[in-house]
């Protein structure tokens, strides 16, 4: 029997099972057949994935390096007109843009996840984050210190797991508010909705700026858990996931890494020393 004939055969008994198969994932193919890649991006994510009202394309961190992978993957493929398409993403349906193929690369501040797993695939990693708590009240910097309070968070994160998770570790009695966007977080500490806002530092950091009277404002030095950010990718897609690997080893390994941070951040953050550490360990080699 030919492979084909196998494939049919499974096929036939999967329908007279009443079961789906996955699809069977080739996305380099179709980025040479379009000559475009597509990039997901969300527009409420600064500093890594964000769009400004004017701006004519997305920006942030993980957005200049997705352009990197694709700048690499021109030569790396063989598709000298490569073309970057945006696909605006949400926090709730972001891992369906890429499970459904509406999208090839997920490029935002993505921490990866064994259950995610199960969804999509991962990259190597591309920044390490952790959650913090913003609020006006610079001694509301631990968990302890929430009893009785409203907490704001991102609805769907990794940071609603781990808050939801540590407060009841804890035994801690207090109020979650969900968020759809980390612009309406901002918006429940102006008005006084909640106490505090529980997101990663690095967005806290940026969100600041657009509070009403961001000097009242404070950030927990310490970090309330560890965010491992990569770009999300179709599922069981190997060959596509070796060649962003690809990329970004070779981004890593050559140095890239500082100018493209500068780009993003403008003089606004340095790149710190844990986050050096992260690409001189995750370059894998040729």
């Known amino acids: 029997m030919s492979g084909k004939q196998s494939l049919g055969v499974i096929a036939a008994a999967a329908l007279l099972l009443g079961l789906t198969l996955p699809a069977l994932a080739d996305t380099i193919d ?27 394309e997305p920006a942030g ?11 690499k993957l021109k030569d790396d493929l063989g598709v000298p007109s490569l073309k970057v398409a945006y696909v605006p993403v949400t926090a709730a349906n972001r891992f369906d843009a890429i499970a459904k193929g509406e999208a090839d690369l997920l490029c935002e501040a993505t921490t990866e996840t064994l259950a995610r797993r199960e969804k999509v695939d991962f990259s190597i990693p591309t920044f390490v984050d952790g959650a913090g708590l913003l609020s006006r009240d610079p ?26 998770r540590q407060l009841q570790k ?23 909705k909640t106490s505090a806002y529980f997101a990663d530092r690095s967005i806290l950091m940026f969100m600041v700026k657009d509070a009403k009277d961001p000097g009242k404002l404070f950030i927990a030095d310490n970090y309330l858990t560890v965010e491992p950010y990569a770009l999300a990718l179709p599922h069981g897609d190997d060959k596509f996931r070796l060649a962003v690997d690809t990329a970004l080893s070779h981004i890593y390994r050559g140095g890239d890494v500082p100018a493209i941070f500068d780009k993003a951040f403008a003089g606004k953050a340095k790149l710190a020393g844990m986050a050096q550490v992260l690409y001189f360990i995750a370059a894998l080699p040729d």
């Open 30 to 56: 179709k980025i040479k057949a379009d000559q475009t890649i597509r990039i997901a991006y969300r527009e409420d994510a600064p500093p890594f994935s964000y769009k400004d009202a004017n701006a004519a």
């Open 61 to 71: 961190y993980i957005v200049e390096m997705c352009r990197a992978v694709a700048a």
């Open 139 to 164: 001694k509301l910097g631990k968990i302890s210190g929430l009893t009785g309070r409203k907490i704001g968070v991102l609805t769907g994160t990794t940071t609603e797991d781990e808050l939801r």
């Open 170 to 192: 804890a035994g801690i009695p207090a109020e979650i508010i969900p968020a759809k966007t980390h612009a309406e977080g901002l918006a429940m500490i102006d008005s006084g």
